[in-house]
């Protein structure tokens, strides 16, 4: 059990440009979560997949905000044109059907 | 829609002592889990203990225990024997069992525990 694994650790960006993280889940869990948490918050959900579908989205994914999860294992996030406000922590986590959520270490995303 | 409620922005407790933090939740739901979370400065968030709402019986796991109140929606976390290394961000979190429900969890804004040697 490698635990998950996120990329970049932290990541630095202008305002306006396109970034992308990955997250690698644990190898047997189908089930893969995005969460995104702001200096002093409690981790807030974005976005779930089982397998390679993705069934729930949160309204706080906006238009500039796509997930994928194309072959059922890894995930990435892109956020398009990023605004001052997307500066946050982005965390991901996996499970098994019923089991606790096991998060990673997250993405800092910092926008100048 | 369900939301999570954690009222100690901070707590301190010295080692060796016991601590309690405090959770609330509301929900319509009857089927449901809760959790706590540990989060470690700059470290990633580690399951601390489970309770599922269908039990009577409180969770512990070694010097976590939890007071699991469902008619009043409390859900609090009890640390025995306090350690330096429980020093971290606490979170309280709530998820759906319903077969239809959705699997996220809703999470508290959290207490940040300090140690005191």
């Known amino acids: 059990d490698t635990g998950v694994s996120q990329d970049p650790r932290h990541k630095i960006t202008k305002r306006g440009q396109n970034v992308t993280f990955r997250c690698d889940p644990i190898?047997?869990?189908?089930?893969l979560y995005w969460y995104r948490q702001t200096l002093g918050q409690g981790p807030e959900f974005l976005t779930y997949?089982?397998?390679?579908?993705?069934?729930?989205k949160s309204r706080l994914l906006s238009d500039r905000f796509s997930a994928e999860r194309p072959k059922g294992s890894f995930s990435t996030l892109e956020i398009q044109r990023t605004e001052q406000g997307d500066s946050a922590m982005y965390l991901c986590?996996?499970?098994?059907?019923?089991?606790?959520?096991?998060f990673g270490d997250g993405t800092r995303l910092s926008i100048l | 829609a369900q939301t999570v409620t954690q009222s100690q922005p901070e707590m301190s407790v010295q080692e060796a002592e016991t601590v309690t933090l405090s959770c609330t939740y509301d929900?319509?739901?009857?089927?449901?889990?809760l959790f706590w979370y540990k989060q470690p400065p700059s470290r990633q968030m580690i399951l601390v203990i489970r309770?599922?709402?269908?039990?009577?019986q409180n969770a512990t796991e070694n010097r976590f225990s939890v007071n699991f109140q469902k008619a009043a929606k409390s859900f609090s976390l009890k640390i025995s024997d306090s350690q330096l290394g429980d020093a971290a961000m606490y979170f309280c979190?709530?998820?759906?069992?319903?077969?239809?429900?959705?699997?996220?969890?809703?999470f508290g804004t959290g207490t940040r525990l300090k140690v005191l040697a």
């Open positions: 986590a996996s499970s098994l059907p019923g089991q606790p959520q096991h």
């Open positions: 190898s047997e869990h189908n089930r």
């Open positions: 997949f089982q397998n390679e579908a993705q069934l729930e």
């Open positions: 929900t319509s739901e009857s089927d449901y889990y």
């Open positions: 309770q599922e709402a269908y039990k009577q």
């Open positions: 979190a709530y998820r759906s069992a319903t077969t239809s429900g959705t699997y996220k969890y809703i």
